[in-house]
T-cell receptor
Framework: QKEVEQNSGPLSVPEGAIASLNCTYSDRGSQSFFWYRQYSGKSPELIMSIYSNGDKEDGRFTAQLNKASQYVSLLIRDSQPSDSATYLCAPGRAGTALIFGKGTTLSVSS | GAVVSQHPSRVICKSGTSVKIECRSLDFQATTMFWYRQFPKQSLMLMATSNEGSKATYEQGVEKDKFLINHASLTLSTLTVTSAHPEDSSFYIC?????????????FGPGTRLTVL
């Protein structure tokens, strides 16, 4: 049974702060890792992908991957109220469907 | 690029009727499409994987005779909920992977909210 664990939150941070979202996964065969953002009532939107150990930065977002620890995280710098959403972690193997965690709800207060 | 559309966005039907949901990849060919279901405050649950020209692969616990999936072309997959009941009310989301699929990225449609009365 492939499992993806995320702290459901809510994670509350003030505007301008760094939000740190964490995810652990059980499938050691996972090769690709994605972070999706989902606003209430909407479908998921891809915001970051990472495939190798280490950090990957894209604007205010940084994804961190540690395959040995089966851990992936997402940092959001200079958090904005518009970042308030549920963030879904999704590791995957090539050629198979992504399996999603339950997501972490982030609330950014102005 | 990589735009996926779904139709309808919202449907309300009576118990016992069938509902068809379409998923289209607009600017790429999708050899594989996925159907997910999401109940309120729950995560996305994979229902089935659909490959163009072949039968869909259903996840454990998903009734293949109730949720009919057809992937007749590289840009269109359909999900038909047969004899829908109130417990089938949910948010149905499709996703598609490009033909190359090397990065395993999945692009999601906007979802269809089904309400069965």
């Amino acid at each position: 049974q492939k499992e993806v664990e995320q702290n459901s939150g809510p994670l509350s941070v003030p505007e301008g702060a760094i939000a740190s979202l964490n995810c652990t996964y059980s499938d050691r065969g996972s090769q690709s890792f994605f972070w999706y953002r989902q606003y209430s009532g909407k479908s998921p939107e891809l915001i970051m992908s990472i495939y190798s150990n280490g950090d990957k930065e894209d604007g205010r977002f940084t994804a961190q991957l540690n395959k040995a620890s089966q851990y992936v995280s997402l940092l959001i710098r200079d958090s904005q109220p518009s970042d308030s959403a549920t963030y879904l972690c999704a590791p995957g193997r090539a050629g198979t469907a992504l399996i999603f965690g339950k997501g972490t709800t982030l609330s950014v207060s102005s | 690029g990589a735009v996926v559309s779904q139709h309808p966005s919202r449907v309300i039907c009576k118990s016992g009727t069938s509902v068809k949901i379409e998923c289209r990849s607009l600017d790429f060919q999708a050899t594989t499409m996925f159907w997910y279901r999401q109940f309120p405050k729950q995560s996305l649950m994979l229902m089935a994987t659909s490959n163009e020209g072949s039968k869909a692969t259903y996840e454990q616990g998903v009734e293949k005779d109730k949720f009919l999936i057809n992937h007749a072309s590289l840009t269109l997959s359909t999900l038909t909920v047969t004899s829908a009941h109130p417990e089938d009310s949910s948010f149905y989301i499709c996703s598609a992977r490009t033909a190359s699929g090397g990065d395993n990225e999945q692009f999601f449609g906007p979802g269809t909210r089904l309400t069965v009365l």
